[in-house]
């Protein structure tokens, strides 16, 4: 079965730098990926989702970016944080034509 | 376009009571239906799902959940709750496999001794 690695598990980070959390997949070929995020008291928000290498999709306008440089390391970056980026964000996976999505065990990312 | 909605952003039950989690769901075509388990600061585990068939689905932990689709309905329960049940629960549904899934808002079980 497919195991999701996140890093790092927590982070601290000053407004206006830059941000690049990573997600590796372990146990599985060619996976869809994404990107969630998580406020506190709220439910998951879908950022990106990746059905290939180089392929990305956004579901949301905003200053994160997303990038899939090999089959199974899904990357979400930021130029500049904002204060507003404080959140969890898990990353996650589904095997081609499977209906189960596995999650990582996401970064917790604080923003001052 | 699909949507959930889960009744309730906390709910609180005593050790040994029935626990029951709402989840409403609208969907054009029958939907692919999920709840998520999540404890503090961790990823979100697959409680049980429905796909096709049987519309009674058993889970991990005792839990259950049933498909109705005249209710557009798929409501989490357990007979008995146990003090580690105590986590946030999360709705969710897709039209196809593999495909973007919609999640609730999510509901915080408490379980008091």
């Known amino acids: 079965s497919q195991t999701i690695h996140q890093w790092p598990a927590t982070l601290v980070q000053p407004v206006g730098s830059p941000l690049s959390l990573e997600c590796t997949v372990e146990g599985t070929s060619n996976p869809n990926l994404y990107w969630y995020r998580q406020a506190a008291g709220r439910g998951l928000q879908l950022l990106f989702y990746s059905v290939g290498i180089g392929q990305i999709s956004s579901e949301v306008p905003q200053n994160l970016s997303a990038s899939r440089p090999q089959d199974r390391q899904f990357i979400l970056s930021s130029k500049k944080l904002l204060l507003s980026d404080s959140s969890f964000y898990l990353c996650?996976?589904?095997?081609?034509?499977?209906?189960?999505?596995?999650f990582g065990p996401g970064t917790r990312l604080t923003v001052l | 376009a699909q949507s959930v909605t889960q009744l309730g952003s906390h709910v609180s039950v005593s050790e040994g009571a029935l626990v029951l989690l709402r989840c409403n769901y609208s969907?054009?075509?029958?939907?692919?239906l999920f709840w998520y388990v999540q404890y503090p600061n961790q990823g979100l585990q697959l409680l049980l799902k429905?796909?096709?068939?049987?519309?009674l689905v058993k889970g991990i932990n005792g839990f259950e959940a049933e498909f109705k689709k005249s209710e557009t309905s798929f409501h989490l329960t357990k007979p008995s709750a146990h003090m580690s049940d105590a986590a946030e629960y999360f709705c969710a549904v897709t039209l196809w496999e593999g495909g973007k899934l919609i999640f609730g808002q999510g509901t915080e079980l408490s379980v008091k001794p």
């Open positions: 969907s054009s075509v029958p939907p692919y």
């Open positions: 429905y796909t096709t068939g049987a519309t």
């Open positions: 996650a996976c589904t095997d081609p034509g499977k209906d189960e999505q596995f």
